[in-house]
């Protein structure tokens, strides 16, 4: 453990009843979750940490409480590294509404207004700083810091989002890797730096790049029980979606990601045309716009945001129901990260995938021409390995998935292949025979062909293309004939995610075979696939839980139900005033609270969770108001 001087004198006894004083206080919350007071306790005592919790875990908590003990003991402002200009608003707004002093600097305040801030920081009127990494080291920035190190004003440095310091990481940021002026400057000041998401690799590469290696590693489950996975076999993704949303999703809150621009566009519209209510976002809008939609998303109800990766990260909502994904992701970490944005509240949430031939061979085009050194390039391959091999599964999707990030579980009952466990076959010697098919086109005519032909050639079929090229003369022309195109495809994909098959995008998309087929001709590499399960109305999940959300919360009465929905109604009028999400005022659990347990006093408002001493003074007469009206 390392500690910092200039850390509090109190003993740990007493630093502990101050933490959970804050938390009960400030925040409103009777208890710890998880490896929470383990890590604000181990910070506020002036420990460097490094904290992997998965998204909806209460990070946040994790460096506001320690920043508000240091604060308190006389040990200055907390500076908040954050890459998300929105995320900073939303943050320091709902620190406002817990009674506690922050602010950020960004591209969003005018120059009076930052020079504003300046001031309160450098006269320690500040409790939480939030900055993006490009700010913090401009010179005129690290003077200021320089100054209020010099009288003991830096009580802690937070990292957040710091999955983006390493090239590993599914959202590498260059100007992350110039934080290591924190500890080179300013090494007495302990540093917490936090992700949602890190495997072994990338976890490493964070250690080594911000100079962490005497921090004590925090590393949580990333188990999120309440999210149902399903992956599904593209055939015609947008209306699968459609179906998705339909059958399962109607008027809920989701985030659909697309991989291009124009597909977000296309996408949105239609969703518009079958009556939902949708909005686009990626980093081709305009500004005005795409803030906009962002805010919209953040403060309504019911709206489904279809994007780029561009649009998620910080996204602190918590009652998004579905992340949908029409294209398949660079690798687990990106993946995980963009599904962990559902069911933040902790009621049940899905992750629909659906993927396809093309997804494989556009994302290993990307890594085979990226200008990257071989060795990054292998990494990469990797990554995108383990991604087909959880969609490929056919055991429990969660357990794979946590597995990749080194943890041990059990099936978890709540996947789709746990809910219906899939048909599986043996496609070793249809892989074989289809690599046969690629060597003996290559053969015959020193050409090579992409894959529909390739694959007419094995089934036998007859077709101008085939006989024009005498291929229907070929020894394996008509071998493969009991094969459907949809198994064709799916060995197809995992040739190409095992290097067997290398995709030529400069000719055509033509097939063409590696030093890794030799392998699988000889059949010394098995493979085994699953069955297609992804023909519309081919078979439904025999869920554990209704397919559409509940419009009232089952455990109210009649009279509870009034009372939540004049709750909510009041939450969306102050929210509006102050320009917050309404999760930000009230989350939808400390209102289900407050509708079963219909207070009449502020002392019984005081025990509810998510009410603290400011919020409770600011808003209790108006929720008893609301609670007897209703």
Known sequence: MSLHGGASNLSLTQQATVCHTILREVFGYPEFRGPQQAIIEHVAGGGDALVLMPTGGGKSLCYQIPALARQRAGQGV????????????????????AGVSAAFLNSSLSGEEAALVEKRLLRGDITLLYAAPERLTTPRFLAQLDALFER??????????????????????????????????????????????????????IIERLQLQAARLFVSSFDRPNIRYTIVEKKDATQQLMRFISQEHTGDAGIVYCQSRRRVEEVAQLLCDEGIDALPYHAGLDGRVRQANQDRFLRSEGI???????????????????????????????????????????????????????DVVNQRRMID???????????????????????????????????????????????????????????????????????????????????????????GKVTDKVTQRGHERLSTFGIGAELT?????????????????????????????????????????????????????????????GTAAAPLPATLDADGQSRYLALKAWRAEVAREHNLPAYVIFHDATLLAIAELAPHSLDELQGVSGIGAKKLEAYGQEVLRVVVAA
């Open 78 to 97: 907390t500076i908040v590294i954050s890459p998300l200009i929105a995320l900073m608003h939303d943050q320091v707004g709902a620190l406002a509404e």
């Open 152 to 205: 003991g004003g830096l009580a802690l440095f937070a990292i957040d989002e710091a999955h983006c310091v390493s090239q590993w990481g599914h959202d590498f940021r260059p100007e992350y890797r110039a934080l290591t002026v924190l500890h080179e400057r300013f090494g007495t000041v302990p540093r917490i730096a936090l992700t949602a998401t890190a495997d072994t690799l990338t976890r490493a590469d």
């Open 304 to 358: 489904v945001m279809v994007a780029t990766i561009a649009f998620g990260m910080g996204i602190d909502k918590p009652d998004v129901r579905f992340v949908a994904h029409l294209d398949m992701p660079k690798n687990i970490e990106g993946y995980y990260q963009e599904t962990g944005r559902a069911g933040r509240d902790g009621a049940a949430a899905d992750a629909w995938m659906c993927y396809g031939l093309q």
């Open 485 to 545: 195109e949809v198994q064709l495809r799916g060995v197809l994909r995992q040739l190409i995610a095992i290097g067997a098959v290398a995709v030529d995008a400069e000719a055509f998309n033509t097939l063409q075979l590696t030093d890794a087929s030799r392998a699988v001709l000889k059949g010394e590499v098995a493979v085994r696939l699953r069955q297609s399960v992804s023909t519309p109305g081919q078979r439904k999940l025999k869920s554990k839980r």
């Open 369 to 459: 021409e990226s200008p990257a050194g071989e060795e990054f390039k292998q990494g990469l391959r990797g990554k995108l390995d383990a991604l087909l091999g959880l969609a490929e599964a056919t055991d429990c999707r969660r357990v794979r998935l946590l597995a990749y990030f080194g943890e041990a579980s059990q099936p978890c009952g709540n996947c789709d292949n746990c809910l219906q466990p899939p048909d599986v076959w043996d496609g070793t010697d249809a892989a074989r025979k289809l690599l046969s098919t690629v060597y003996r086109v290559q053969q015959m005519g020193g050409i090579s062909y992409g894959a529909g032909h390739i694959m007419d050639i094995l089934r």
